[in-house]
């Protein structure tokens, strides 16, 4: 099939550039940090190689290397590099779009392409100068998953760069590099791999995918090899670019009118009733609704927290771990802007993020507070809220499709060690609700040691909660719809990337008994 990112702009929800660009048939935001030059460009776009002092105008390839290089490097996230080297490279839209699908294309299919490379280097890959890596990584990703870029262009492109920037053994190791890949295409895919025999389930679905193979056995223990699989195909499809309507200034048929005015095709969401989500166009957040406070920029499955809560009128709530503040807001939005949110994160500049949304949708009733969520059991008073969300920290493994280079930067210890965190925030806030009042936990990851497990360890520890199935019958019917949830609801759900398109997301509601 083909998948599609909307070049250079951010559509979706601000922390992702998407563009338009075929890749093969098969399975496959924000503001960005720092400004000045591009990462790790020198006066002359080359990376470490000196130069005239001239500024020659970058390619596309050029700020994809270059970015490529310095999420590597740094270990930074990919939308933030990406978002500050298109600001300043002034790329047009469609090489803007080009720079996006290789930047996240290469990240997502590092483990097939340094695959194919490895049968192609002669003395390995370890070997390899780092940007030299990458620039093989990105240029193999052209030849193997992408249609509507010639091999010729990727080839010859990858040779004017690797002369640039470094010498001519260099661009002679990288030409016959990609000209043999492109003569043994079929052999090295990511299809020829995964159907070598004798290979385990995990290690099929990861060389086929392009994940960890200990990432992919987890997922087939958790949730059986066909689920895993589709799982890991998901991670590597473009996300959806979505909104949530402020119901306080208009509707979501009021939305999709001035979306399509701005030149933007959307649709109301299948999944939550404030949803729209975008099918293409331009930036969704610079728009005028944006900017009147009519809709927020968030992913589908986010925008399920706030209903599944069931926040009301005058009630008082907590939302522990609230920046940017997209949670807090709705569930300002759904009180009428009657009561109290206290929108509690640990920095202060985050802080002000929270301020400035709630002042942009309207919203005074959103309280924005510094402190470390582990020490609002101490700071507010016992059952002093009808409601506490814990959006808790966690492993992001539900947003892979966003940011690719999780699953190549994050480890079982990781897992481990961030689900003894959560453990302590939901311990330290469960004295804050009152009887009868409810506590919300969610996360953006699809571990069931973040989620499930972890809400079974609470239950077991707090005899004085208990799951709550008193779901909106809306919310229930759009979940069993998307296959998330049966007749066995117990008060839980694990939406998966696969469910609907939308991010992986844990959401629970647990009820203090009276």
């Known amino acids: 099939m083909s998948q599609e990112r909307t070049g250079g702009s951010t559509v979706g929800n601000g922390n992702r550039p998407a563009n338009k660009f075929n890749k093969k048939s098969r399975p496959a935001g924000a503001t960005g940090t720092g400004a000045g030059k591009k990462p790790g460009a020198k006066p002359n776009g080359a990376a470490g190689q000196g130069g005239s002092a001239k500024r020659r105008p970058a390619t596309a390839r050029e700020v994809a ?7 590597e490097r740094e270990q930074a996230f990919s939308n933030l590099v990406l978002n500050a080297a298109l600001q300043h490279a002034e790329l047009s839209r469609p090489d803007a779009g080009l720079a996006t699908e290789l930047v996240y294309g290469t990240i997502q299919r590092k483990l097939s392409l340094d695959y194919a490379l490895a049968e192609l280097a002669s003395k390995g890959l370890a070997k390899l100068e780092p940007w030299v890596l990458q620039l ?8 193997l998953f992408l249609d509507r870029v010639p091999a010729h262009a990727a080839v010859n492109e990858a040779v004017t760069i690797a002369k640039r920037r470094g010498h001519a053994g260099i661009s002679g190791m990288v030409n016959g590099m990609l000209r043999n890949l492109i003569r043994r295409r079929e052999e090295l895919s990511p299809i020829a791999a995964a159907g070598q025999p004798g290979l385990s389930p995990a290690r099929r679905i990861a060389l086929r995918h392009s994940y960890p193979e200990w990432l992919a056995a987890r997922w087939i223990a958790a949730y059986g090899e066909a689920a895993a699989e589709r799982i890991c195909a998901a991670g590597n499809e473009p996300p959806r670019a979505s909104i949530r309507v402020n119901p306080l200034r208009g509707t979501r048929e009021n939305a999709i009118s001035m979306l399509a005015d701005a030149g933007i095709e959307a649709e109301a969401s299948t999944l939550s009733p404030y949803g729209v989500v975008a099918r293409r166009g331009g930036s969704l957040a610079d728009t005028i609704g944006f900017r009147d406070g009519r809709w927020s920029v968030q992913d589908e499955s986010s925008m399920l927290v706030a209903q599944a809560a069931q926040p009301a009128a005058g009630m008082t709530v907590l939302d522990c771990c609230a920046a940017p503040g997209g949670k807090s807001t709705h569930l300002a939005e759904l009180m009428g802007n009657v009561g109290r949110v206290v929108a509690n994160d640990l920095h202060p500049h985050k802080r002000a993020l929270i301020e400035q949304q709630a002042e942009r949708l309207g919203l005074s009733c959103i309280e ?11 700071r507010f008073a016992p059952s002093s809220f009808d409601l506490v969300l814990l ?5 992001g493994l539900g947003v892979v499709a966003r940011k690719p280079e999780i699953k190549w930067t994050k480890s079982e210890e990781d897992i481990a060690a961030i689900a003894s ?12 609700v009152k009887p009868g009042g409810r506590l919300v936990y969610s996360t953006c990851t699809i571990e069931r040691d973040e989620n499930e497990r972890q809400i079974d360890r609470f239950l077991q520890q707090h005899p004085d909660y208990e799951l709550d199935t008193n779901w909106p019958d809306e919310l229930l019917a759009s979940l ?6 049966g007749a066995d609801f117990r008060g839980d759900v694990q939406l998966l990337p696969s ?4 991010d992986g997301f844990y959401i629970a509601t647990l009820r203090r008994r009276a």
């Open 136 to 143: 093989l990584r990105l240029s193999a990703y052209q030849i």
């Open 65 to 71: 290397l270059d970015v490529l290089i310095k999420v």
């Open 391 to 395: 959006d808790a920290p966690c492993s």
């Open 480 to 485: 069993r719809e998307a296959g998330a949830v």
């Open 421 to 432: 965190i959560q453990h302590q925030l939901i311990d330290s806030i469960a004295n804050l």
């Open 499 to 502: 469910h609907v398109g939308s």
């Open 368 to 378: 924005a507070v510094t402190g470390d969520a582990a020490e609002l059991g101490s």
